[in-house]
């Protein structure tokens, strides 16, 4: 393992209820990156004709969810009323803040015919000033993300600041996202611009500091000195960290930092307190343990 990797984080893998995803964050040995706590890896899923996903209405608390997809197509609804359709490239930020609903599945019109799912699924913990805002959704395009070149190096900002650049996306804490697609040969070097910094390899062939780190492995960086990564076959990687936001932990769709707030949230789930997605009828319970 390079000597610039704190922790190397492997997946687990989750059946999502027809497809798979590799969960990186929360870990055993790890909860949170920066302010991500929660890290999906999505797919590649294929489904044939008349099958596709089908999350039910579910809540959140004190979090953003962010989707980012690489192929494929998802339908976001939610408890305010917004009806979205995310494609590839483009960002669904989605502010729980002190509570919203929403389910994913994949579009009607898609249906009809084989479909791929592919992509990335992270939850951002709120900082403690904003844990409690009123939630809000935000989609933004895949043209409205900053995306330059260098050196057979693409790089696409989903979020944050990085390289003297900025995403649009509305963030509430210091934040580095990055899907960044390389050519085989080539190389970029990754500052130590945040507290916490991670490297997720989407594929084979990616090097950090000249060692190679394997596929579907979330490699930790220490802090205090820039990283070198290479590659030596066309590969993908996305860059997530930030600074820290203080102590978050997870129960099932739920961050919290306090136990009351977590046996709260569980109240107004069972009470219906938390919204209802308009058109829909269908839940996910609140689990029994």
């Known amino acids: ?7 190397l984080i492997e997946p687990h893998v989750q059946d999502l209820g027809g497809f798979y995803a590799r969960r990186l964050l929360p ?13 999906d890896h999505l797919g590649p899923a294929v489904f044939p004709p008349g099958k596709g996903v089908d999350v039910r209405p ?24 917004y009806v979205q359709e995310i494609h590839p490239g483009a960002v669904n930020w989605m502010t729980a803040g002190r509570g919203i609903v929403h389910s994913e599945r994949t579009p009607p019109a898609v249906r009809d015919r084989e479909a791929t799912l592919h992509g990335i699924q992270t939850w951002v913990a709120l900082p403690d000033e904003h844990a409690e805002t009123e939630p809000w959704f935000r989609h933004y ?13 693409l790089f696409t900002l989903i979020a944050g600041q990085a390289y003297d650049r900025s995403s649009p996306v509305q963030t509430f804490s210091p934040i580095i996202y990055l899907d960044i697609q390389m050519k085989s040969g080539s190389r970029f070097t ?12 989407v594929t084979e062939g990616l090097k950090i500091d000249g060692e190679p780190l394997a596929q579907h492995r979330l490699a930790v960086l220490k802090t205090g000195a820039a990283v070198e990564i290479e590659c ?48 829909e009828t269908e839940f996910i319970p609140l689990p029994e343990s």
């Open 1 to 7: 393992m390079s000597q610039s990797i704190q922790q």
């Open 27 to 39: 870990s055993d040995v790890r909860t949170l990156v920066g302010p991500f706590i929660f890290f």
């Open 58 to 81: 579910h809540p959140h608390i004190n979090l953003a969810t962010v989707t980012y997809l690489f192929e494929g197509v998802l339908l976001h609804r939610d408890s305010l009323g």
């Open 141 to 153: 395009p895949a043209a409205d993300l900053p995306r330059w070149e260098q050196d057979g190096v």
């Open 190 to 201: 990754l500052p130590d611009d945040y507290s916490e910094q991670s490297v997720y390899s």
């Open 232 to 279: 030596d076959r066309d590969a993908r990687c996305i860059i997530a960290g930030g600074e820290p936001v203080g102590e978050r932990h997870k129960w099932w769709n739920f961050i919290y930092n306090k136990p009351e707030r977590l046996e709260q949230a569980k109240q107004d789930w069972r009470d219906g307190k938390l919204g209802q997605v308009p058109g």
